[in-house]
């Protein structure tokens, strides 16, 4: 069965602070994996990554695939509480997106 | 990118009774999806909305708990039949654009409830 780890489960840490987030995958069919940021209902889009090795960065936000590991990581640099949400992994395959468990991250100021 | 307009945004039901949950695109789209997010949970797919035949479901779902309708590539509809507490959840409605692999848009879910 394909499934999706996210580590740690929840992250308390103060502004400023760097963070990184970790998803472990085991699918068939891989496609592409997916972050995105949950504030509160909608889950909004933040990277997508098919390629071992290639880091895509958004302002303070990066992220990079192992696919021979199969793992990826999500790091925040000088973290703002505008950045508490509940980040959650996902994978693309077998024509579904399927969720990880999801990381609640919090900022105190 | 693709604008969702998913409704009823929240609503407060009684035990039994049925809700019908309604997700407009503002694009033709090929896959549309339903998921279920229950409180301190992650997403958990429902099902494939598939226009023209029937939706495609996750094990554990079952269409007579959670029809769904996909008369064209821009509408669908989940209705939550029978409900009981365990229904209480946010149901989200997204879509697939870019192709396969692309993201995911979703729309801005519904907060249901059921006393």
């Known amino acids: 069965e394909d499934k999706v780890v996210q580590s740690p489960l929840s992250l308390v840490v103060h502004e400023g602070d760097t963070v990184t987030l970790n998803c472990s995958y085991e699918?068939?069919?891989?496609?592409?994996l997916l972050w995105y940021k949950q504030e509160k209902k909608a889950p909004t889009f933040l990277f997508m990554l098919?390629?071992?090795?290639i880091e895509k960065k958004s302002g303070r936000l990066s992220s990079i695939l192992d696919k021979k590991e199969l793992f990826s990581i999500l790091n925040i640099t000088a973290t703002q509480t505008g950045d508490s949400a509940v980040y959650l992994c996902a994978f693309f395959g077998n024509e579904k997106l399927t969720f990880g468990t999801g990381t609640r991250l919090t900022i105190i100021p | 990118s693709a604008v969702i307009s998913q409704k009823p945004s929240r609503d407060i039901c009684q035990r039994g009774t049925s809700l019908t949950i309604q997700c407009q695109v503002d694009?033709?789209?090929?896959?549309m999806f339903w998921y279920r997010q229950q409180p301190g949970q992650s997403l958990t797919l429902i099902a494939t909305?598939?226009?023209?035949?029937?939706?495609?479901?996750e094990s554990g779902f079952v269409i007579d708990k959670f029809p769904i309708s996909r008369p064209n590539l821009t509408f669908s509809t989940l209705t939550v039949s029978n409900m009981s507490p365990e229904d209480s959840s946010i149901y989200l409605c997204?879509?697939?654009?870019?192709?396969?692999?692309?993201?995911?848009?979703f729309g801005e879910g519904s907060r249901l409830t059921v006393l």
């Open positions: 699918v068939t069919n891989f496609r592409s």
């Open positions: 909305a598939n226009q023209g035949s029937e939706a495609t479901y």
């Open positions: 098919t390629s071992s090795g």
């Open positions: 997204s879509v697939l654009a870019g192709g396969p692999g692309g993201e995911l848009f």
């Open positions: 694009s033709q789209v090929t896959m």
